[in-house]
């Protein structure tokens, strides 16, 4: 076949993860054809900065082992029959689908950098444990994407690579900390993918980039838990693992995967979600910055608000404003928590100016802390987020918006010094730690693009446990 025709054939392709995923139980495409693709595309924009390592030779031989596994399924008809214990299609539900990591997780054969210039950018003997349950699932990983240092900030500029740059303007932030993952599935360059989400790591790309970004409640993915709920200080463990992905099915499908769910219990809700009604969902514009940092809400992301709550309205849900306080307490201690860690960073002796400024700067005045004092603040935050789920718990769901404004430019947090960056962070993004402090699911959903181009959109919280009924939602608002 010659570069032409299989370019052709490449582009006929779906873009959907789900509608792949049938093309290869059907035969209609390989994994070979779907990994080419991702490759291909992966170099013609490697002006987006999205992946740090790519796994070309990897990715290939995988899939054509998995070419060979789904051809053997699909002789034995078991491709298209249920597994008599589970019911599932298929004992690997993502068999032949590529994704991608975060260059903060472990892939066999691949270099770690964890995005910082610091640490030794060792090749990994074996994949860390999200990673492996993903292999379990026959995703393929093409490779690794590009993170802030140690996954801190909500963009993704380190000092070993490129920016991520945002597809939808190139000359902003995609966010972070999933940055790669959201600028490569944006650009389909992999059609989903998995991020983490520590204050807002998911969800924050996955809004600057028109995608769907579901933060799962602390313990729903189990290697999240591998560890404890709690950090080596005692506050509430604030990293989550969860799906980015285009629309709401593609990612219930990742994320029904990525916790083992054999019966996919997320795609069948998504399946039935005209069928949600009679809600009880608050509305909230307030922010636990707000003590310290301003909330400069701009008149687009209140509209996608207003625009939601009239869609959910319409759908049957019950929507009012919800009148939400938080404790003044929240700036101080979330920062103290949110930089403890960095104290249990060892470096070699040379390596602090490695450092980038904010890193550096944060980590300086974690290792001043006493222990004592790391666990008075951890403390504090778990009383603090016990407050923020009775508050919520009120209503099924709580709308607010998803940023503040529109992504920054590339550049305009690394120029500012360590405070000021965090401050603008902060005022970027004062709506998404809180939920991670909380340990509850979240979810981020498109709801408009606006004439430059760019996508705003909106987060909703809810209770514990209920992920399949945050993606029937987005479902309900994507249309």
């Not at 940092?293 to 996608?304: D, G, K, M, Q, V």
């Amino acid at each position: 076949m010659s570069d032409m025709s299989a370019s052709n054939t490449a582009d006929q392709l779906p873009e959907s993860a789900f509608e792949l995923r049938e093309a290869l139980r059907s035969g209609t495409a390989s994994a070979r054809e779907l990994v080419e693709r991702s490759l291909a595309r992966i170099e013609a924009r490697a002006d987006l900065g999205a992946f740090i390592h790519v796994s070309a030779n990897l990715a290939l031989a995988e899939a054509d082992r998995a070419d060979v596994l789904l051809a053997a399924d699909r002789s034995s008809g078991s491709a298209n029959s249920p597994h008599p214990e589970t019911g599932t299609l298929n004992f690997a539900p993502l068999r032949g689908l590529p994704i991608a990591h975060k260059d903060l997780v472990d892939i066999e054969g691949a270099p770690t950098t964890r995005g910082s210039a610091a640490l030794p950018h060792l090749v990994a003997k074996r994949d860390s444990p999200e990673a492996a349950s993903l292999r379990k699932t026959g995703a393929i990983s093409v490779g690794k994407t590009q993170v802030p240092e140690f996954g801190l900030n909500a963009y993704s500029e380190n000092l070993i690579a490129p920016p991520v740059r945002n597809p939808l303007d190139t000359t902003r932030t995609a966010g972070g900390s999933s940055g790669g993952i959201a600028a490569a599935v944006a650009a389909g360059l992999v059609p989903f993918a998995p991020g983490s989400d520590g204050g807002g790591s998911i969800r924050i790309p996955a809004l600057a980039c028109g995608l769907v970004g579901l933060k799962p409640g602390l313990g729903a993915i189990p290697t999240d838990v591998l560890a404890g709920v709690i950090d080596e200080f005692g506050a509430p463990r604030l990293g989550v693992t969860g799906p980015i992905a285009r629309d709401a099915r593609d990612a219930a499908l990742l994320f029904d995967a990525m916790r083992g769910k054999h019966s996919e219990p997320s795609v069948s809700a998504v399946r039935a979600a005209d069928g949600l009604l009679g809600l009880r969902i608050g509305v909230s514009f307030a922010s636990p910055f707000e003590a310290t940092h301003p909330t400069p809400i701009s008149p687009e992301e209140r509209a996608a608000v207003e625009t939601a709550a009239a869609v959910l309205a319409a759908r049957g849900h019950a929507v009012e404003l919800a009148d939400i306080a938080f404790d003044p307490r929240y700036p101080e201690i979330f920062g103290q928590v949110w930089t403890a860690g960095l104290s249990l960073l060892r470096l070699e002796a040379d390596a602090e100016e490695k450092l980038t400024t904010l890193t550096r700067t944060f980590r300086e005045r974690a290792l001043e802390r006493t222990m004592a004092e790391h666990q008075a603040a951890a403390y504090e935050l778990t009383q603090i987020a016990q407050g923020m789920r009775e508050a919520w718990g009120q209503y099924d769901v709580i709308l607010t918006p998803g940023l503040a404004f529109a992504p920054p430019h590339i550049g305009a947090f690394t120029t500012l010094d360590a405070d000021a960056d965090y401050r603008m962070q902060c005022e970027w993004t004062p709506f998404t730690s809180m939920v991670n402090v909380a340990g509850l699911p979240a979810i981020a959903a498109p709801i408009q693009t606006l004439p430059s181009g760019l996508s705003v959109g909106v987060q909703m919280i809810g209770e514990m446990g209920r992920e399949p009924r945050l993606l029937q939602l987005a479902a309900q608002l994507m249309g």
